[in-house]
């Protein structure tokens, strides 16, 4: 296995494990602490990726090796959306609250508690896809960013 793969391989279940907890942060989570772990994780892929392939190195293995690490930020991300959303579909209180927030934005809407409770998961669960794509990108472009900032820090080849 080449050194990009074995990187993108190991960043990527470090990123599996990083982005549940910190998309489940209250308030923050979602939108800031999962996309910071996933930037940090495809700088670190990005570095080790460009290391252990050796004197061949490219930018190149530096996003492939970011872009698996983004692929475990994106899993992570969506698992933490679908935990978050059965948690609330088992608090009847926040489902109440959720229900009142929906009929407040129309007042023709007719939409039952059991409505809300079945399309709270799917909803939930498509969400966190989303962000999680987004930090799967933010993952591919910072392990560019770590494989040029190995490479430029390389000693240059003697002739």
Partial sequence: MAG???AGALFFMVALV???PFSLVPLIGMLCCGPLGALACGVGAGVLGVRWRGAT???G?????GGLAGLGA???TTLAAVISMLIAQNDPELLRQVLREALAQSD???VSPDDVAALLLP?????GFCIGAINMAAALVSGMLGAWIALSRRPAATM
Avoid at 123 to 127: F, K, N, P, T, Y
């Fill in 4 to 6: 990009d793969v074995r």
């Fill in 18 to 20: 990083i982005a549940v």
């Fill in 57 to 59: 190195a490219s930018v």
């Fill in 61 to 65: 293995q530096g996003a492939l090796s």
């Fill in 74 to 76: 994106l899993i992570g």
């Fill in 108 to 110: 023709t809407l007719e």
């Fill in 123 to 127: 909803i939930g669960a498509l969400v």
